[in-house]
C-alpha cells in the first residue's frame, strides 16, 4: 500500500512558475509508475503526467507539453512537478496518484493523495 501527501499548491500570476512534490511512504515506491492528474471546478479529472519507475521514461498531455516536467526521486520517496509558463487555465487541485504502469486514464490508477490547489491568476 502507498500513501501520497501533495506539496506546493499557491496563488500565482500568470506566467509564474510552481514546482509540486508528492511524497510517498512505504518501500514500494520505486515499484509504482507515478502520475499528476488534475481537477477544475465542474470538469473531469484529466491526465497531466507520468513518470516510469526508474524516472526514464515521461509522458505529457499536449497542453503542458514544454511547460511542465515530472521527475522523481526515488531515494527520497517522492514525484515533483515542475509548472513553468503557467496559465489561467491551469488553475485546478492537481493530485499525485500511483499505478505499476503508464497508465493515462484516472479509473487506472490504485493510489491518490488528498490534492493541492493551484490557481494562476490573469
Known amino acids: 500500500q502507498v500513501q501520497l501527501v501533495e506539496f506546493g499548491g499557491g496563488l500565482v500570476q500568470a506566467g509564474a512558475s510552481l514546482r509540486l512534490s508528492c511524497a510517498a511512504s512505504g518501500r514500494t515506491f520505486s515499484s509504482y509508475c507515478m502520475g499528476w492528474f488534475r481537477q477544475a471546478p465542474g470538469k473531469e479529472r484529466e491526465f497531466v503526467a507520468v513518470?516510469?519507475?526508474?524516472?526514464?521514461?515521461?509522458y505529457y498531455t499536449d497542453s503542458v507539453k514544454g511547460r511542465f516536467a515530472i521527475s522523481r526521486d526515488n531515494t527520497k520517496n517522492t514525484v515533483y512537478l515542475q509548472m513553468n509558463s503557467l496559465k489561467p487555465e491551469d488553475t485546478a487541485v492537481y493530485y499525485c496518484a500511483a499505478h505499476p504502469g503508464m497508465a493515462v486514464k484516472y479509473d487506472e490508477y490504485d493510489y491518490w493523495g488528498q490534492g493541492t490547489q493551484v490557481t494562476v491568476s490573469s
Open positions: 513518470i516510469n519507475q526508474s524516472g526514464s521514461s515521461t
